[in-house]
């Protein structure tokens, strides 16, 4: 093999191994939801190419509220679907969509779009 093919061929991998990185193992720290005068945890999420805080950190045992606003038009963006928590609603564009639950046990539950393609998730934590 020659080093031009080796070149490319090594520059391919770790493309490869980037992508798979960026969008399927990437962990942040996430983002506290902040408590508001009715007693909800509240997070407003922008949607725009993906979410934006992608990582929401909740209490347990207390109502969360998460605010979505969607910033584009792309149709994989229309609508997000909280799997673990029975919630899905449509998000037009430019329009506050508030999602309200109640976490239950301390873990990680993910929110995406209808597609799978966008990504986010909730970390509740003990209270």
Known sequence: MTPDRIL??????????????????????GVKASVVSDGYQEQMILVKGGYTPDTIRVAAGRPVRLLFRREETAACSEQVVLADFGKSAPLPTGTVVPIEFMPGDPGEHEFTCQMGMLRGRIVVEAA
């Open 8 to 29: 490319i061929t090594v520059g391919g991998l770790a493309a490869v191994a980037f992508i798979a990185w960026f969008f399927w193992l990437k962990r942040t720290p």
